[in-house]
């Protein structure tokens, strides 16, 4: 049991950094701004290192090192700080520019991914950061006056200069970047693999809930606890409700999985005494409502922290985008029935059902609401139905999600299911306009999937 809280610790704060990751990762300023604030401190450290060096650095030092005066100083600073600023500012371009074009035409949740993606943040960074130094040593070139002596800082020069060449080939190496990155092929798999993590991150959360165990029925009286807030819910601390629901000797129920959109005022769990009686079992309302909330993540925007079905969603905007007539690509929406696919096999092995989390003795104190396995099929495979039925490649690699998560259940459950998808699946093609040669090939693709449902592959 003791093993199990420490997993189930870990395991929370596991939750806790992937959500703080994914808040940061999501911004575009925190990298460029850290080496920005790095380059000013460089830009006043390295000439000072140079006023106390430079007259005792040995000839084969200073043969690679810059050789002119303050003038030709100035003229290369100012030229450096010129032509990043600019190159700055193309990078910017470029970047908006593919957001508009994977908001239009794949999907507008996509931009999310955009705007983590860690070698645009690099790019920019090093060219504000080079940007910045160069201006920053600018300041301490001096020339030769009456009252001052003549200051050349030739290391931080020379600095400005390699990072310069460093920079020239970032961009290069960006422009390749990005011209993969908005590449439809590059974005699904990207999504997939988010997702695939986090389907292995709340598999894990799952095993680590101290012991999982059949929730007994909920009672008829029971007490809400309203959201204070809208939004989307993007990750729960299951490990602060056991503790409040030890404190007071509850049972708390969620009432909403992790990427649900919720209304300030609607309920967001509910609970009871768990000795069943019925009587008050909070003293002070106002502090618990406020802890319950505070166990709650809302945001305006879903993240992919501890919501799987937020990886689906992305999936299908990409494929009913491909699937309308403005954009009309239907291989693109069948590669994402592919990845759609992946995910939905590996989600047969997570747990099924709310799921009752228990104390040290064996109490049930928490119900939780995992994103259900059924409610994901139907996410994965409704629009893509609705608006692919139509197609003959598209309905048949529906039939082959089918029999792939098919023979991949493990339930009795997810198999009914798979079932039913197939019968509707069946009746949406039945009202479209199919030779009968196509409507046999169908008919095979059905009868292959419930072979799948049986353990045979054909």
Same mark, same amino acid.
């Given at each position: 049991?003791?093993?199990?809280?420490?997993?189930?610790?870990?395991?929370?704060?596991? &939750?806790?950094?992937?959500?703080?990751?994914?808040?940061?990762?999501?911004? &575009?300023?925190?990298?460029?701004?850290?080496?920005?604030?790095?380059?000013?401190?460089?830009?006043?450290?390295?000439?000072?290192?140079?006023?106390?060096?430079?007259?005792?650095? =040995?000839?084969?030092?200073?043969?690679?090192?810059?050789?002119?005066?303050?003038?030709?100083?100035?003229?290369?600073?100012?030229?450096?700080?010129?032509? /990043?600023?600019?190159?700055?500012?193309?990078?910017?371009?470029?970047?908006?520019?593919?957001?508009?074009?994977?908001?239009?035409?794949?999907? =507008?949740?996509?931009?999310?991914?955009? !705007?983590?993606?860690?070698?645009?943040?690099?790019?920019?960074?090093?060219?504000?950061?080079?940007?910045?130094?160069?201006?920053?040593?600018?300041?301490?070139?001096?020339? *030769?006056?009456?009252?001052?002596?003549? @200051?050349?800082?030739?290391?931080?020069?020379?600095?400005?200069?390699?990072?310069?060449?460093?920079?020239?080939?970032? &961009? !290069? /190496?960006?422009?390749?970047? /990005?011209?993969?990155?908005?590449?439809?092929?590059?974005? &699904?798999?990207?999504?997939?693999?988010?997702?695939? $993590?986090?389907?292995?991150?709340?598999?894990?959360?799952?095993?680590?809930?101290?012991?999982?165990?059949?929730?007994?029925?909920?009672?008829?009286?029971?007490?809400?606890?309203?959201?204070?807030?809208?939004?989307?819910?993007? %990750?729960?601390?299951?490990?602060? +409700?056991?503790? +409040?629901?030890?404190?007071?000797?509850?049972?708390?129920?969620? *009432?909403?999985?992790?990427?649900?959109?919720?209304?300030? $005022?609607?309920?967001?769990?509910?609970?009871?005494?768990?000795?069943?009686?019925?009587?008050?079992?909070?003293?002070?309302?106002?502090?618990?409502?406020?802890?319950?909330?505070?166990?709650?993540?809302?945001?305006?925007?879903?993240?992919?922290?501890?919501?799987? !079905?937020? $990886?689906?969603?992305?999936?299908?905007?990409?494929?009913?985008?491909?699937?309308?007539?403005?954009?009309?690509? =239907?291989?693109?929406?069948?590669?994402?029935? %592919?990845?759609?696919?992946?995910?939905?096999?590996?989600?047969?092995?997570?747990?099924?059902?709310?799921?009752?989390?228990?104390?040290?003795?064996?109490?049930?104190?928490?119900?939780?609401?995992?994103?259900?396995?059924? *409610? +994901?099929?139907?996410?994965?495979?409704?629009? =893509?139905?609705?608006? $692919?039925?139509?197609?003959?490649?598209?309905?048949?690699?529906?039939?082959?999600? @089918?029999?792939?998560?098919?023979?991949?259940?493990?339930?009795?459950?997810?198999?009914?299911?798979?079932?039913?998808?197939?019968?509707? /699946?069946?009746?949406?093609?039945?009202?479209?306009?199919? #030779?009968?040669?196509?409507?046999?090939?169908?008919?095979?693709?059905? #009868?292959?999937?419930?072979?799948?449902?049986?353990?045979?592959?054909?």
């Amino acid at each position: 049991m003791a093993q199990r809280r420490n997993q189930a610790r870990n395991n929370g704060l596991r &939750l806790r950094w992937a959500q703080l990751r994914e808040s940061v990762k999501s911004q &575009l300023w925190p990298v460029p701004t850290m080496a920005t604030i790095a380059a000013v401190l460089a830009g006043l450290a390295v000439p000072a290192f140079d006023s106390a060096v430079d007259d005792n650095l =040995p000839d084969s030092v200073r043969a690679f090192l810059f050789a002119g005066g303050p003038d030709s100083a100035r003229e290369v600073l100012s030229a450096i700080a010129g032509s /990043l600023i600019t190159v700055t500012a193309l990078t910017f371009s470029l970047t908006v520019v593919t957001f508009q074009l994977a908001s239009s035409q794949f999907s =507008p949740r996509l931009l999310r991914m955009f !705007a983590s993606d860690r070698i645009m943040h690099a790019t920019l960074a090093i060219f504000l950061g080079t940007f910045t130094y160069a201006l920053t040593v600018l300041r301490s070139v001096k020339s *030769e006056t009456s009252t001052t002596d003549e @200051l050349v800082p030739l290391i931080a020069v020379t600095l400005a200069s390699l990072l310069t060449f460093v920079s020239v080939i970032t &961009l !290069a /190496l960006f422009l390749g970047h /990005l011209s993969r990155k908005i590449r439809v092929e590059t974005m &699904l798999r990207n999504v997939h693999d988010e997702t695939i $993590g986090t389907i292995a991150l709340v598999g894990e959360r799952t095993e680590a809930d101290v012991e999982m165990v059949t929730p007994d029925a909920r009672p008829d009286h029971t007490t809400t606890v309203a959201a204070t807030t809208s939004g989307f819910i993007t %990750s729960v601390n299951s490990s602060r +409700l056991v503790e +409040l629901a030890c404190e007071h000797g509850l049972v708390i129920a969620e *009432e909403h999985a992790v990427g649900s959109s919720v209304v300030a $005022g609607v309920p967001l769990v509910s609970w009871w005494r768990a000795d069943g009686a019925t009587g008050p079992g909070v003293d002070d309302q106002a502090a618990f409502e406020h802890a319950v909330n505070a166990a709650f993540t809302l945001g305006y925007e879903r993240t992919s922290s501890q919501d799987i !079905a937020f $990886g689906f969603r992305q999936l299908v905007d990409v494929a009913s985008k491909a699937l309308s007539p403005g954009i009309n690509d =239907p291989t693109t929406a069948v590669y994402a029935l %592919s990845h759609l696919s992946a995910l939905l096999c590996a989600m047969t092995g997570l747990p099924e059902g709310r799921r009752g989390v228990v104390d040290e003795n064996g109490v049930v104190r928490l119900i939780a609401r995992p994103q259900n396995f059924g *409610e +994901l099929v139907e996410l994965a495979v409704e629009q =893509p139905r609705r608006y $692919g039925a139509g197609d003959p490649r598209l309905a048949a690699r529906l039939f082959q999600l @089918l029999r792939e998560v098919g023979y991949s259940t493990r339930t009795e459950q997810q198999r009914e299911v798979i079932r039913g998808q197939t019968e509707r /699946l069946t009746a949406s093609i039945r009202r479209h306009d199919y #030779d009968e040669s196509e409507r046999l090939r169908f008919a095979k693709l059905a #009868d292959n999937v419930a072979a799948a449902l049986d353990g045979r592959w054909h």
